[in-house]
């Protein structure tokens, strides 16, 4: 409701996730938008390490910003927002261990 208030558009909150495992190199991941995100929250993972990276804007059309805690030898980034989908870019440096990376979308959907 509030959203709406500030906004002055009808909106509905949705949550997606998913993940990815067995990372062993670098590679781009695609993940399909099924909502426009306002936060984006990625865990990376390699053994017992791990990384969180929180995205988050306070419109679907403002920009990004970031705020990241933990160190892992792997890192999980938003590539960028193409149309109905969000690119990660993983980038592993512990070929040894493979990661996994989760990710969780808050965001609205337009009634």
Not at 30 to 59: C, F, H, Q, W
Not at 87 to 103: D, F, K, P, R
Request: glycine residues 10%; neutral net charge.
């Amino acid at each position: 409701m509030l959203f709406n208030l500030v906004c002055g558009v009808n909106y509905s909150m949705g949550i997606a996730s998913g993940s990815f495992d067995g990372i062993d190199s670098s590679r781009v991941l695609t993940v399909n938008k099924t909502i426009d995100p306002l936060a984006l929250v990625i865990k990376t993972t390699v053994g017992s390490s791990s990384e969180l990276i929180v995205y988050y804007r306070e419109k679907p059309t403002d920009s990004f910003s970031t705020v990241v805690g933990g160190s892992v030898p792997v890192s999980c980034r938003l590539l960028g927002e193409y149309g109905t989908k969000l690119l990660l870019t993983v980038h592993n440096a512990s070929a040894a261990n493979c990661a996994g990376v989760e990710y969780y979308i808050l965001g609205v959907k337009k009634q």
